[in-house]
C-alpha cells in the first residue's frame, strides 16, 4: 500500500460532489470489502481502494480475489480506453468471471467515443497522418506501431520507449529504461 496512490481522497471528493458520504473499503475484493457492499444503504457508493494495493491484481488469475471483486457488482463498466488491452484481474479475469455469472461487462461511453474517433481517424485519415506514441514498453505497442506503419506517413516514437529504439540502432541510452532483451527490435 502506497498512500500516494491511495483512492482515498477520491472517495471524500466523490462525497462531497455527490453531498452524501462515501464509504471506502480498504481492501479490494476481500470479506470486509463484501461486508462494507452489503451494509451499503440504498443509493449508498463504496469506492474500493486501488486495485494495485492487491497482490492478486498482477497474476491476473488469483480466484478468490477475482471472485470478490465479480460477486461485489450488478454490472462491470471498464470506461478507461488506455487499459483495456490490459491483462490484470481487474481488466480481464473479473469481467470475465461477471459474465460467467450472467452479469454484464460491457466497455463505457468513454471507450466508445474514443473507438469511433480511432476508427474514423484510421479509415479515413487526413493527410500527412502522423501518429505520436509514447510511454515506458515498446512490447506493451508492437503490434500498434506496425500496424500505424502501415497507415501512416509519419509514426513518431517519444518517451521511454524511443530509448529502446535508440539502442536498437546501435545507439547509447546511459541508464535509461529500454527492453534490451526485444529480439524484434
Do not use: W
Not at 478468490?64 to 461485489?72: H, M, S, T
Not at 488491452?85 to 460467467?100: D, I, L, N, Y
Not at 466497455?107 to 469511433?116: A, D, W, Y
Amino acid at each position: 500500500v502506497e498512500a500516494e496512490f491511495s483512492l482515498a481522497p477520491v472517495a471524500t471528493r466523490l462525497g462531497e460532489l455527490l453531498g452524501k458520504p462515501v464509504g471506502l473499503a480498504g481492501a479490494t475484493g476481500g470479506p470486509a470489502s463484501v461486508a462494507k457492499a452489503k451494509a451499503l444503504p440504498a443509493g449508498g457508493v463504496l469506492v474500493l481502494e486501488n486495485v494495485r494495493f492487491n497482490k492478486g491484481e498482477k497474476k491476473g488469475d488469483a480466484a478468490a480475489y477475482v471472485a470478490g471483486l465479480a460477486g461485489l457488482a450488478d454490472a462491470y463498466v471498464n470506461d478507461a480506453f488506455g487499459t483495456c488491452h490490459r491483462t490484470e484481474a481487474s481488466m480481464h479475469a473479473v469481467p470475465v468471471a461477471m459474465k460467467q455469472q450472467g452479469k454484464p461487462a460491457v466497455s463505457g461511453f468513454l471507450v466508445e467515443k474514443e473507438i469511433r474517433y480511432l476508427a474514423d481517424a484510421i479509415g479515413t485519415p487526413k493527410r500527412p497522418f502522423v501518429a505520436i506514441l509514447g510511454g515506458k514498453k515498446v512490447s506493451d505497442k508492437i503490434a500498434v506501431i506496425e500496424n500505424l506503419l502501415s497507415i501512416c506517413d509519419h509514426v513518431l516514437i517519444g518517451g521511454a520507449m524511443a530509448y529502446t529504439f535508440a539502442l536498437a540502432q546501435g545507439g547509447r541510452t546511459g541508464k535509461s529504461q529500454v527492453e534490451a532483451d526485444k529480439g524484434y527490435l
